[in-house]
Every structure is written in structure tokens, then in C-alpha cells.
């Protein structure tokens, strides 16, 4: 199958750049909220009374670790300078998808897979779990549920949490038997009175669920989401599949107790193309007018005039996440793309780069849809094995429909987040030359929150009259190819002379109708002078509509690099290993390689981020 690592087509349907009115703009309200991680301890340390202190492993890498065989020949401290300090991670092994999010008695919690005995994905996967009271700073639980029955012997794998109207909680989650037939499972707290939820029993129902006829055994994985129809008194849930064309499917069962299911007919959608299974299916809706723009939505109230839904799968293929907008109806149960071209699996994106297995939950207490994916490595196996530890969670974003645009979503880190920044500095009116780069002197600049704001001069867009449909960034030679319009953006995690960078950019072109055309990537070659790492360009299109400047927030933190253009609309996530751009080497550029637009840079603001820390929960070890 061909692969969309390549900008996937058709780009997004909005007025560009310069070809509509002048639209109001609109200021996006950040809120602080101030939670200290002592505070979280002190409220923890409530709950760690009625359980036995326990000591916790490190998780660092042991001094006599072996040679990396062909590979870059790391060093123990270059593998810790990897770690993230403010994205969350276990301490040691491999995390994957995040699973079973919810807000239940005061805290946020989310389960993940994990692997116990190693920092690779393998049949013994399991359920972590960790709590905390603002989505930043975290604390480790014990391991939830290990595949310990014959119908989850082969790993504890995705799944979905869902609150009932008397408060209890049921999990959903998929197991795979001896044979690796996948299976749907139930669990429950086993007491529900304790706001952490530390133990869970396992329904002797299970599984509650086989594959249907028509359906391949490995084929049916991922129950999500879970939701209550009044209209017809079932919860309902969905399920993902492909069927024998290699077209993905996605299920939908009904159920009055969650022990008998009932399997509808008509499927809820097929796909427009054969892009194969689809995992971690989500249905969720936004709102596109009225009083509710600007929040997120549950699914048992979104429904109705100005509601759209949004359809998102996990390409087992290519292994990405694409989304579209569309319309579900109640009635027939079948949700519809509002553009069939623009269908899950071909058309948009939540992350352009490194970003997989995604699932959002709804945040009741502030009334915000939440989305989670995990953020594998690119680095080699042999490398992972040596650092003891795989993969990290991305900072958890909100959702919401772009009712500028009306033809995507916007995706932003949550707010609580910028409770993490400390000192900053700002530049404004930075002119860059064609062909020149700026130092931007902050210091040390591996752990960095940046807003930046850019302009081109206007005689340079006006002079260029011929199209330029052939540029793609993932075809591209990255920040090093030379355009009239671009690229020019920002230089990250770069050393002193720039052999070694991170560029995050914008390049514009004409296209052929005259308007234009503004893409937004990320250049990973040159990120490392490693040779056994994945690097590539990624990005897509953005819409960029008259009157706006163009906008960048980079959130930068050792070896990963997360980017929002134009506040939300397309995002890009890299992994990136430097070899000499460490420690307090780090540097931050302003980059113009446009061969005749000069750059403006009305205003770059860089905040540097306290780390986390993520700790066990007091009374706990980490398994």
C-alpha cells in the first residue's frame, strides 16, 4: 500500500493567505492554573494511610551497559539527557497507547500499556495507571490488570472507561487469547469508594465478546467509545475491523447490561478507500454554532442544530491517526463524512509526525474534550534496549471545531501546562534577511515553551506571479531547499553552529488559480548526527486566512519536539536524538531561507519549563 507519510491529498478547502476579507481575529483565553507538584504529594500522602511504604526502583541505566553494535556510540548521560522533563513516562520499560482516561473522585487518571520485564511491545502488555490533579504532574500507581486469564493470556491491550449514571466506572478493553484471537473483555473497581482506584476485578462474563462471522480473528480490537442513547434505552459502543477488501469498518453493539450485546446490520461506517484495520476508533461531537462553541461536548448531549461529529481511527498500516468531520445519524446508526474525499484514513490528521493510538475522553469538570496519543521512538531497538525505557506521552490537548475555517479542528496543549513556565524572554520586530539566521540567547534551550508570531513583506508575496504546486515537505530537502516565499520559521534543539537542528517552518507558494498556499513542516534530517534514527520531513498544508500572521508554538523538551500552527489547526510531533545540540549546548535560532521574502518576526516569546518529575504515589512502588 502506498504510503502517507507524503502529504496525504486533497489539502484543506479554506481561503488562503490574502484571498478572502479581512476575518475578525480572535484571542485564545489561557487560564493559569498554579498546581504544585508538593501540593499533590501533600493531598496524596492522605490517601497512602492505609497502605503499606514500599521502596521504588530508579530506572537508570546501569554503568557496564553493552556496545550499541554499528550504532552511535551513546553514552549513559547522553541517554538520560533524553528523558523528557515535563512530558510523562514511566520510569523504565515501554509505554504505548493510553487507554481508559476519566476524572473520578478528584483526580484525572489514565491507563496506558506497558510492558513490565522490557522496553519493547510483546504479549505480556499490561495496564499501568496514574493519577493526577492537573494533567501535568503525574504519579504512578501499581499495574491495574496483567493478562492473567485465558482470554487475556496474550496481553491486556486498548480500551474505553465509562461512568454509569449511579457513579460506577466499567472498563471495556480488548485481550488477546492463546491463539491471539482478539476478544472483548468487562472490569470493574473493585472499590469504588477509593478515589484511586488501585485494584480491579475482572467480570466472570468474559469475554464478553467474540468476533462475528464475517469478521477475522485478529480483525476486532479497541471498544471506544462507550455512550447511552435515551431514545432507545442502550448503551452502544463501537468496535474496529476491516473487512476481506482491506476497507476499514467500524462496528457498532448495543447493550442494556454490558454481559449480552447485540450487533447492528448496518455497520457505522465503511471506508472511501482500502486503508485496512482501523484501531482506537473515536466518535465524538463538536459543536460548530451556538452557545456551545468553545467547549467540548459529551456524546450522550451532542446531537442536534449545530452539532457536527468527529470519526477518528488509528491506521494499523501506516500507523497515524486521521480524523474527518461528518454528520452521524441516530436513526440509521451510520455516520457520514461532509466530504467523502476528505475521509478517515485520507485526508486529515491530528499530528502530522510521530503521534499514534489516540483516544480522547470528555473532561466534565471543565466542560473540554481531552485528546491522548502516545509518542513512539525512532532510535534503534538495540538503543532502546540499552537505555531501559521506550516511548512517551504526548501533553494532553484540547479539542475543538475551527469555526473560522469550518473545514478542521483545532488542537492545543491544555491549559494547565503554562503553570510550568518560568523565566522568559521576548523579541519582537526581529528582521531576518533571505539566507541569514538570528540566535535567540536564552541560555540552555532544551526544555522551552515558545510563541512565536511571523510576517513576510508583502512586495515579496505581490512579485511572485508563477505556481509552485510541486512542493511537499515530506518530498522536500527540509529547511535546506530554497524557495522564493520560505522556508523560514525557527531552529531548535540546535548546537552553536547549526550541524545539528531541528527546523519547525512555514513555506509559501502560488498556486495555480493565483491564491496562496501555506505549508507548515517540520524537518527532522539533520536533527542528529546518529545514523541509525528515522528522520524525515513531515507536515501539511494549513490554512492561513487574511489578516492573520503566521503562528507557531513550539514545546521542546530533550528529544521531543511538539509544533501547533496557526493555534491548532495542523500539528507535527518529532522524536529527535542529537548527538552535540545537548546539554548546555542547546540553542535556539530564528531561520529565513526564502530566497527573496524577508522575515519579520513580530514577536518570539520563550519561556524555560520546570520538569515534573513524575513520582510513584507515596505508599507505592512502581512495578
Same mark, same amino acid.
Given at each position: ?39 499533590? $504529594? ?143 473483555? $468487562? ?46 434505552? #442502550? ?38 478507500? #482500502? ?15 451556538? &452557545? ?62 510521530? /503521534? ?14 481531552? $485528546? ?13 534496549? *540499552?537505555?531501559?525505557?521506550?516511548? %512517551? ?27 510550568? *513556565? ?5 523579541? #519582537? ?12 540567547? %536564552? ?10 508570531? /511571523?510576517?513576510? &513583506? ?13 512542493? #511537499? ?62 528522520? *524525515? ?14 503562528? $507557531? ?7 521531543? %519536539? ?30 529565513? &531561507? ?9 514577536? %518570539? ?19
Amino acid at each position: 500500500m502506498e504510503s502517507r507519510d507524503i502529504e496525504s491529498s486533497p489539502a484543506l478547502n479554506a481561503p488562503l493567505l490574502q484571498t478572502t476579507p479581512p476575518v475578525k481575529s480572535s484571542k485564545l483565553k489561557v487560564v493559569l492554573l498554579a498546581i504544585s507538584t508538593s501540593v499533590i $504529594l501533600v493531598l496524596a500522602t492522605f490517601f497512602a494511610v492505609k497502605y503499606s511504604v514500599f521502596e521504588s526502583g530508579t530506572g537508570l541505566v546501569k554503568e557496564d551497559a553493552p556496545a550499541a553494535g554499528d550504532g552511535y556510540p551513546w553514552t549513559n548521560d547522553m541517554f538520560e539527557w533524553q528523558r523528557p522533563g515535563y512530558h510523562f513516562q514511566p520510569p523504565y520499560h515501554f509505554m504505548g497507547d493510553p487507554n481508559a482516561a476519566m476524572y473520578y473522585k478528584g483526580w484525572y487518571h489514565f491507563f496506558y500499556q506497558y510492558n513490565p520485564y522490557g522496553s519493547a511491545w510483546d504479549t505480556t502488555i499490561s495496564w499501568a495507571h496514574a493519577v493526577s490533579k492537573d494533567m501535568i504532574h503525574w504519579l504512578h500507581l501499581p499495574i491495574a490488570m496483567v493478562p492473567d486469564h485465558w482470554y487475556d493470556s496474550k496481553g491486556v491491550w486498548s480500551g474505553y472507561a465509562t461512568t454509569l449514571p449511579d457513579g460506577r466506572i466499567i472498563v471495556l478493553y480488548t485481550g488477546g487469547t492463546d491463539e491471539l484471537v482478539q476478544v472483548q473483555n $468487562l472490569a470493574e473497581p473493585a472499590d469504588p469508594s477509593d478515589p484511586l482506584l488501585i485494584e480491579w476485578k475482572k467480570s466472570n462474563h468474559n469475554p464478553i465478546l467474540m468476533p462475528p462471522p464475517g469478521v477475522g480473528p485478529h480483525d476486532f480490537r479497541d471498544p471506544f467509545p462507550v455512550w447511552y442513547n435515551e431514545s432507545d434505552s #442502550n448503551w452502544h459502543m463501537l468496535i474496529g475491523s476491516k473487512d476481506d477488501n482491506h476497507y476499514g469498518t467500524v462496528l457498532i453493539y448495543l447493550t442494556k447490561d454490558f454481559k449480552t450485546y447485540t450487533l447492528l446490520p448496518e455497520i457505522l461506517h465503511k471506508t472511501k478507500d #482500502n486503508v485496512g484495520m482501523l484501531e482506537c476508533v473515536d466518535l465524538y461531537p463538536v459543536a460548530t454554532t451556538g &452557545n456551545q462553541i468553545g467547549n467540548g461536548l459529551e456524546m450522550q448531549v451532542g446531537f442536534g442544530k449545530g452539532i457536527k461529529h468527529v470519526l477518528k481511527a488509528s491506521m494499523d498500516d501506516e500507523r497515524h491517526d486521521y480524523y474527518a468531520i461528518g454528520t452521524f445519524d441516530l436513526e440509521s446508526f451510520t455516520w457520514v463524512p461532509d466530504d467523502d474525499t476528505i475521509d478517515v484514513g485520507v485526508g486529515l490528521r491530528y499530528d502530522y509526525g510521530k /503521534f499514534y493510538a489516540s483516544k480522547t475522553f470528555y473532561d466534565q469538570e471543565k466542560r473540554r474534550r481531552i $485528546l491522548w496519543g502516545y509518542v513512539g521512538e525512532v532510535d534503534s531497538k538495540t538503543d532502546d534496549a *540499552r537505555k531501559g525505557w521506550a516511548n %512517551v506521552l504526548n501533553i494532553a490537548r484540547t479539542i475543538l471545531f475551527d469555526v473560522k475555517t469550518r473545514s478542521n479542528l483545532l488542537v492545543w496543549p491544555v491549559e494547565e501546562l503554562d503553570a510550568l *513556565r518560568t523565566s522568559s524572554k521576548e523579541f #519582537n520586530g526581529v528582521v531576518v534577511e533571505p539566507g541569514f539566521t538570528y540566535h535567540l540567547d %536564552v541560555g540552555t534551550a532544551s526544555q522551552l515553551d515558545i510563541e512565536a508570531e /511571523f510576517e513576510i &513583506n508583502q512586495e515579496a508575496v505581490d512579485a511572485v506571479v508563477e505556481a509552485d504546486v510541486t512542493y #511537499n515537505c515530506s518530498t522536500s530537502d527540509g529547511s535546506a531547499h530554497r524557495g522564493l516565499l520560505g522556508p523560514f520559521g525557527l531552529l531548535v534543539l540546535a548546537n552553536e553552529k547549526m550541524t545539528e537542528k531541528t527546523a519547525t517552518y512555514f513555506y509559501v507558494s502560488r498556486t495555480v488559480d493565483g491564491g496562496l498556499q501555506t505549508h507548515f513542516c517540520q524537518d527532522e534530517l539533520r536533527s542528529s548526527k546518529a545514523n541509525d534514527i528515522t528522520k *524525515r520531513v513531515v507536515g501539511h498544508t494549513v490554512p492561513v486566512l487574511h489578516g492573520e500572521t503566521f503562528s $507557531l508554538r513550539i514545546l521542546v523538551d530533550h528529544s521531543i %519536539v511538539e509544533s501547533f500552527a496557526q493555534k491548532g489547526r495542523a500539528v507535527a510531533t518529532s522524536r529527535v536524538y542529537p548527538t552535540e545540540a545537548i546539554f548546555d549546548s542547546t540553542r535556539i535560532f530564528l531561520f529565513n &531561507n526564502a530566497t527573496s521574502a524577508t522575515l519579520t518576526a513580530k514577536s %518570539v516569546k520563550i519561556w524555560h519549563m520546570n520538569s515534573t518529575h513524575n513520582h510513584p504515589f507515596p505508599g507505592f512502588p512502581f512495578p
